[in-house]
């Protein structure tokens, strides 16, 4: 089964507006990240967040951390038609071996 | 600017007939993954390599895959024979070392079995 569990599955929002996914995972973690996926691309890594960081921040991406609740957020603000994709989470423990999980994935479609 | 390479990135086959898929990871990169992607089942991990050994290969049928790294240039993943349930985004992705920090994707193989 996969580690990390996006929320929602699927998001459209209009061009400028802000996008949220969250993520689940069950057991502990080392790291958190966060994963993009362009349609017909491969994934494209944007943030990694480490389990004693709370808070992180890269361009219009913020990512939180909440380990006591072994969840994740991951903001975009000022969306563009850009943004359109899937975006993935994806955590480190649970297998050992390094192995990363990922996430079924979040759809996101920014109306231009 | 380095990037993870994948060959082909379409391959139509037949039931039956043998697949190979090649992969060429970031030079420097010690760590292999590949995975397979599929609506369904979303990002499965098939196999994965260190230093050119295997790693962890319990995601992959064993009958019909199989995994290798000739070299620390190649990474190659065969399926033999092919069936319509292997129809699949296949995906390789390279780590600097360690895995568990950032992997980098190559383009995939899209693979239809008819």
């Known amino acids: 089964s996969q580690q990390g569990e996006e929320d929602p599955q699927a998001l459209s929002i209009q061009e400028g507006e802000n996008a949220t996914m969250n993520c689940s995972y069950k057991?502990?973690?080392?790291?958190l990240q966060w994963y993009r996926q362009n349609s017909g691309r491969g994934l494209v890594h944007l943030i990694l967040?480490?389990?004693?960081?709370r808070e992180k921040h890269s361009g219009r991406l913020r990512v939180t951390l909440d380990t006591s609740k072994k969840s994740s957020s991951l903001l975009i603000t000022a969306s563009r038609a850009a943004d359109t994709a899937s975006y993935f989470c994806?955590?480190?423990?649970?297998?050992?071996?390094?192995?990363?999980?990922f996430g079924k994935g979040n759809q996101v479609v920014v109306i231009p | 600017d380095a990037r993870v390479t994948q060959t082909p990135r379409d391959k139509v086959t037949e039931m039956g007939q043998e697949v190979t898929m090649r992969c060429q990871p970031i030079?420097?990169?010690?760590?292999v993954f590949w995975y397979r992607q599929t609506m369904m089942q979303g990002l499965e991990l098939l196999a994965y390599?260190?230093?050119?050994?295997?790693?962890?290969d319990s995601g992959m049928p064993k009958d019909r895959f199989s995994a290798e790294m000739p070299d620390a240039t190649l990474a190659t993943l065969k399926i033999q024979p092919s069936e319509p349930r292997d129809s699949a985004v296949y995906f390789c992705?390279?780590?600097?070392?360690?895995?568990?920090?950032?992997?980098?994707f190559g383009p995939g193989t899209r693979l239809l079995v008819l």
């Open positions: 967040i480490r389990s004693n960081e």
């Open positions: 994806a955590t480190d423990a649970g297998y050992g071996n390094n192995r990363l999980a």
């Open positions: 057991t502990s973690i080392n790291n």
């Open positions: 992705a390279s780590a600097p070392g360690g895995g568990g920090e950032t992997q980098y």
């Open positions: 390599f260190r230093n050119r050994a295997p790693l962890d």
């Open positions: 030079l420097g990169h010690n760590t």
